[in-house]
């Protein structure tokens, strides 16, 4: 009896030991920031026609072919459809529609058009 309950003591010791380092380890690797810029919200008073002609995807106007040749999977291009419409580039990432990594990849190949517009509401 007095061997077993030992074993529990030093198990809960250990374990709140654990806990305690474990808590104070820093958390750099889980807070990511985003490399915002003003570049990031350029663009919403432009038209479809001309972020085409500047070779930029409008992400609210492409089809999922034009789309897909930005590299995306199919799980994410299904999502950024499915999701639309988009008041700047930044609501990929803050409705997590993609991973900060993916739009690292694709920022400076996606536009938003008329993202001033209202946004209808079902």
């Known amino acids: 009896m007095k061997r077993s ?7 809960i010791g250990v374990s709140g030991l654990l806990y305690l380092l474990l808590r104070r380890r820093p958390h750099a690797a889980r807070e990511t920031q985003i490399d915002r810029t003003s ?3 350029e663009y919403q008073d432009l038209s479809p026609a001309d972020l085409d002609s500047q070779n930029l995807t409008d992400i609210n106007e492409a089809d999922a072919a034009r789309l897909k040749e930005l590299g995306l999977d199919q799980q994410s ?3 950024l459809i ?4 988009y008041r700047n580039k930044l609501d990929l990432v803050s409705r997590m529609i993609l991973t900060e990594e993916m739009y690292a990849t694709v920022k400076e ?3 938003v058009s008329r993202g001033r517009q209202p ?4």
């Not at 499915?82 to 419409?85: I, L, Y």
């Open 77 to 79: 291009l299904e999502r």
């Open 39 to 41: 570049q990031d919200f």
């Open 119 to 122: 946004v209808k509401v079902a």
């Open 109 to 111: 190949k996606i536009a």
């Open 5 to 11: 309950a030992a074993i529990l003591l030093s198990g």
């Open 82 to 85: 499915e999701n639309r419409p």
